[in-house]
């Protein structure tokens, strides 16, 4: 596609609800990153995928999150009994290299995340 | 630990003016940065980079500047328009490595 596609836009689950959020990077990017991005801030980083392997999930704030690349194109991003800490914006990126050579990273427009 | 910050929260400037948004990074081995600027709603965008064996970089009516002795990098945009108007981020990677580490942000605004 033309750039990277996450669904849903917009998510409302009720706390202890288990969420799967999608991103469909840009076709042929090695690299894949999720990050959070709560009210008011920058985004944060919360894992990495080169290809289907998943190098870096030092960001993950807990075991209630779990992500996965399982084919090296699109990835989920699963929560599991959501609490109200978890609303924020999931931001997926991606890149045609692999990091550490300093290329272009592109967002997509996020998943808005509110646990009610 | 390491961390990108910025100098100033918000940023009030007259249509057609020059801005310009600040950065203070602290990891010494950071060799990427890069300005993304984030409209309401939307995911960051991406402006322009630099890399560490630059002092500056131009772009379509944006220049970036780097000073890697005091840890500093600069976004100026010139002839300010109101489609401007937006949140900043600087991010750098902390020396290679496969994560960015973003600033909290400048709030760009544009007086009429």
């Known amino acids: 596609g033309a750039g990277v596609s996450q669904s849903p836009r917009y998510k409302v689950a009720k706390r202890g609800q288990d969420v799967a959020l999608r991103c469909d990077p840009i076709?042929?990017?090695?690299?894949l990153f999720w990050y959070q991005q709560a009210l008011g801030q920058g985004p944060e980083f919360l894992t990495y995928?080169?290809?289907?392997?998943?190098?870096?999930k030092s960001g993950l704030p807990s075991d209630r999150f779990f992500a996965e690349r399982p084919e090296g194109s699109v990835s989920t991003l699963k929560i599991q009994r959501t609490q109200q800490e978890d609303s924020a914006v999931y931001l997926c990126?991606?890149?045609?290299?692999?990091?550490?050579?300093?290329?272009?990273?592109?967002f997509g427009e996020g998943s808005w995340l509110t646990v009610v | 630990g390491e961390s990108v910050g910025l100098h100033l929260p918000t940023l009030s400037v007259q249509e057609g003016d020059n801005s310009i948004i600040n950065c203070a990074y602290s990891?010494?081995?950071?060799?990427?940065f890069i300005w993304y600027k984030q409209e309401s709603g939307k995911g960051p965008q991406f402006i322009i980079d630099?890399?560490?064996?630059?002092d500056k970089r131009q772009g379509q009516r944006v220049t970036v500047l780097l000073n890697k002795t005091v840890k500093h990098l600069s976004l100026q945009i010139a002839a300010t328009q109101p489609g401007d108007s937006a949140v900043y981020f600087c991010?750098?990677?902390?020396?290679?490595?496969?994560?960015?580490?973003f600033g909290q942000g400048t709030r760009l605004t544009i007086n009429p």
């Open positions: 076709s042929g990017h090695v690299s």
């Open positions: 991010a750098e990677n902390g020396g290679g490595a496969q994560k960015l580490v």
């Open positions: 995928f080169q290809n289907e392997a998943q190098l870096d």
């Open positions: 630099i890399r560490s064996n630059m």
């Open positions: 990126a991606s890149s045609f290299f692999p990091q550490g050579a300093g290329n272009t990273i592109y």
């Open positions: 990891n010494s081995a950071s060799d990427y």
